[in-house]
């Protein structure tokens, strides 16, 4: 079956260390993203790739980076810079049509303590 | 600056009756609006969509209606069951494919 995979589903890490969330796709999509979700906010862009070795920040980038070196892999990492890191993850991927949006994954929930 | 606007944060209905969310968007240069339903500590899965050339799309007792001139879309859902007991999201698709979504609003029915 095709699809998204998220990992881990949940994540704990100590303030002031770097994290990775993993991201892979196997539907053979060209573009990918990263949302978070927090309570009462929606989802917020934070990074998108449209294809191998490119990608271009999204609304709320600060604290974040992100690497597209295969096809099927667009994973994110949280950085100490980054503020409020305790959140929901989500990834999702889209087709060169993009008629039906995208696909997502099932989320990361991060927590730092 | 919120582009996309789900006013209401909640509804509730019973079941059987019908259920309608709303949409309200200011960028004029949105040519596809999607709705989304998530269950928490889910992903969002698509769940019925319309191009901007449409003014209503219907799937099963899902309809979409979409009204150009004010900015605004709905989501009408008839009959409404426990099921569909969720958080919607109303997503516009902007320049280089992306979406835009707004905060959601909290669904629930009753039986």
Known sequence: DGGITQSPKYLFRKEGQNVTLSCEQNLNHDAMYWYRQDPGQGLRLIYYSQIVNDFQKGDIAEGYSVSREKKESFPLTVTSAQKNPTAFYLCASRDYRGQDGYTFGSGTRLTVV | ?111
Not at chain 2, 5 to 20: A, D, F, Y
Not at chain 2, 24 to 39: G, V
Not at chain 2, 87 to 101: I, P
């Open chain 2, 1 to 111: 600056d919120q582009q996309v606007k789900q006013n209401s944060p909640s509804l509730s209905v019973q079941e059987g009756r019908i259920s309608i969310l709303n949409c309200d968007y200011t960028n004029s240069m949105f040519d596809y609006f999607l709705w989304y339903k998530k269950y928490p500590a889910e992903g969002p899965t698509f769940l019925i969509s319309i191009s901007s050339i449409k003014d209503k799309n219907e799937d099963g007792r899902f309809t979409v209606f979409l009204n150009k001139s004010a900015k605004h879309l709905s989501l009408h859902i008839v009959p409404s069951q426990p099921g569909d007991s969720a958080v919607y999201f109303c997503a516009a698709r902007g320049s280089n494919y992306k979406l835009t979504f707004g905060k959601g609003t909290l669904l629930t029915v009753n039986p």
